[in-house]
């Protein structure tokens, strides 16, 4: 009889300020023995937002040029995502054989290498990592009535200042600036109009963001919501290295200012995102993202 093939995984939570928040995310140790078809069966198995897959390499290749990563959703393989590569390099920093405790972990993603460096913490604390993103992006800018109908709200409902715009770091999101808090918080996309819009537009998703009421350093200054076909997500990474890119973009960030989000508040997964960018002549650039990831279960799946 042929024995099963045994996997090991682990749930990290990440951009979580304790466990049981900030979003979850499967990550498979050694997928190796896994084909593309199994990887997005295991993806859909686990039902979370976006599972990994590492396949380990010679150790001097993942010191030289950076850990192979795949990433999946539910329904696709994405390019990039940013609570994936943020909690796959935190577990690669905690487990590692060879790279465990490193200042710096590159993954080479299917959108390119991107490198993620750690703070020191307590154990307790979880691992606080912060990785670059790709430089912005900028995309077509779009009309608020568009946009409003496509998110089921009304024009008013969007800033009339700043129009929604199509910004990328790896994966392209609609960045959407909403009137008020009020406003994000009765956000109910309708998915079937959300869809077709999004279908011919060159964004992949809808990442809206409110203003918050500053009370001191460490409270957020946006709110964010991410709304979409697998229901809605806890904290977006690659998003909000768009969204804080558009944001100095729009002089609503000083460039080079740490700027912090709150996301998955509504679904009671509270998540805390910390994101900078710089400006210059050229643009802007050097897009950080950074968060905390706890490891909180592992477990084995058994595969003929």
Not at 28 to 34: E, I, V
Not at 73 to 90: D, I, K, R
Not at 94 to 107: C, Q, V, Y
Not at 160 to 186: E, K, N
Request: hydrophobic residues 40%; aromatic residues 6%; proline residues 8%.
């Amino acid at each position: 009889m042929k024995m099963p093939r045994t996997l090991d995984y682990s749930i990290l939570d990440v951009f979580a300020e304790r466990p049981l928040e900030g979003n979850p995310l499967a990550v498979f140790h050694d997928a190796r023995s896994l084909s593309d078809a199994e990887m997005q069966a295991l993806a859909r198995e686990t039902n979370l937002a976006e599972t990994t897959f590492i396949l380990p390499e010679d150790p001097q290749k993942e010191r030289a040029e950076g850990v192979r990563v795949r990433i999946f959703a539910t329904q696709e393989e994405l390019p990039f995502a940013g609570h994936p590569t943020l909690g796959t390099a935190s577990w690669l920093h905690l487990h590692h054989p060879t790279l465990r405790g490193a200042e710096s972990i590159t993954l080479r993603l299917n959108v390119g290498p991107i490198p993620v460096r750690f703070e020191a913490g307590a154990p307790a604390e979880g691992v606080r990592g912060t990785m670059r993103q790709n430089d912005p992006i900028f995309g077509a800018k779009h009309d608020r009535a568009d946009i409003a109908r496509a998110l089921g709200l009304q024009t008013d409902d969007l800033s009339p200042d700043h129009a929604p715009q199509t910004v990328s770091t790896g994966m392209p999101f609609c960045i959407v600036l909403l009137r008020d808090i009020g406003v994000s918080q009765r956000l109910q996309i309708p998915q079937r109009e959300a869809q077709a819009w999004l279908a011919g537009s060159g964004a992949k998703f809808f990442y809206c963001i409110a203003p918050l009421n500053e009370n001191g350093p460490e409270a957020p200054q946006w709110h964010a919501r991410m709304q979409f076909y697998s229901g809605e997500d806890p904290a977006t990474g690659s998003a909000a290295g768009c969204c804080i890119a558009w944001l100095v973009q729009q002089n609503l960030v000083t460039p080079d200012t740490p700027a912090l989000l709150e996301q998955g508040v509504e679904i009671h997964r509270n998540s805390r995102i910390t994101a900078q960018a710089s400006r210059s002549k050229t643009g802007v650039h050097s897009v950080l993202v950074s968060g905390r990831t706890m490891h909180v279960a592992s477990g084995r799946f058994f595969l003929p």
